[in-house]
């Protein structure tokens, strides 16, 4: 089978499963790893890469990290020479542009932890709690324009626990993301979905 040639948009801890399932997966050639710059975190106020950043330089897969991904022309035309397949994005805290979503083959699709349409946009664990959710999960859509408004291309829920805490979620769909990752690159690879 033809391994895909992916790169994934992502920043903090909860990106680095769904990003190891990419570096590991047997059909799919990871082009690059495109995050945030780094910058101070902590008490002493040090200079800390992101976490996504960190597993890209432990694993030797190229990286990239821009402030405004949208404005780097030259990488952006770099990764066009590439031939992408697909783009996957989860956590990334940057708005794509056209010139990106149009970049691969297949599209850019968005990881979101909430069973889309439902809770659209930022914080989706916390207001499944807040409302007292029976289910949550995780969606993969095919990113437009709007945000979290593209098509659905997968879905997968979870039960929520009646005493289960933000953090507890937060970990739960943080590997959930990887393991649906997982499920739909061999859907689309396959041409299922």
């Given at each position: 089978?033809?391994?895909?040639?992916?790169?994934?948009?992502?920043?903090?801890?909860?990106?680095?499963?769904?990003?190891?399932?990419?570096?590991?997966?047997?059909?799919?050639?990871?082009?690059?790893?495109?995050?945030?710059?780094?910058?101070?975190?902590?008490?002493?106020?040090?200079?800390?890469?992101?976490?996504?950043?960190?597993?890209?330089?432990?694993?030797?897969?190229?990286?990239?990290?821009?402030?405004?991904?949208?404005?780097?022309?030259?990488?952006?035309?770099?990764?066009?020479?590439?031939?992408?397949?697909?783009?996957?994005?989860?956590?990334?805290?940057?708005?794509?542009?056209?010139?990106?979503?149009?970049?691969?083959?297949?599209?850019?699709?968005?990881?979101?932890?909430?069973?889309?349409?439902?809770?659209?946009?930022?914080?989706?664990?916390?207001?499944?709690?807040?409302?007292?959710?029976?289910?949550?999960?995780?969606?993969?859509?095919?990113?437009?324009?709007?945000?979290?408004?593209?098509?659905?291309?997968?879905?997968?829920?979870?039960?929520?626990?009646?005493?289960?805490?933000?953090?507890?979620?937060?970990?739960?769909l943080k590997f959930k993301a990887a393991l649906c990752l997982n499920d739909?690159?061999?859907?689309?690879?396959?041409?299922?979905?």
């Open positions: 089978m033809k391994k895909l040639k992916v790169a994934f948009f992502g920043t903090p801890d909860f990106a680095v499963p769904s990003l190891e399932i990419l570096a590991n997966h047997c059909e799919v050639e990871l082009v690059s790893v495109v995050s945030m710059p780094d910058r101070k975190s902590g008490r002493g106020m040090s200079i800390k890469s992101p976490e996504v950043i960190e597993y890209a330089r432990a694993k030797k897969i190229s990286y990239f990290q821009s402030p405004n991904i949208n404005n780097e022309k030259s990488f952006l035309e770099d990764l066009r020479k590439k031939d992408l397949d697909v783009i996957i994005v989860l956590a990334f805290a940057q708005f794509l542009g056209n010139d990106i979503l149009s970049l691969p083959r297949l599209g850019c699709f968005n990881i979101h932890t909430s069973l889309l349409p439902k809770y659209r946009g930022a914080a989706p664990i916390q207001y499944a709690l807040l409302n007292g959710d029976k289910t949550s999960g995780v969606s993969i859509q095919k990113m437009v324009k709007k945000m979290d408004a593209g098509d659905l291309a997968l879905s997968s829920p979870i039960k929520l626990h009646v005493c289960e805490t933000g953090g507890q979620l937060y970990t739960r739909f690159i061999y859907e689309l690879n396959a041409g299922e979905l």
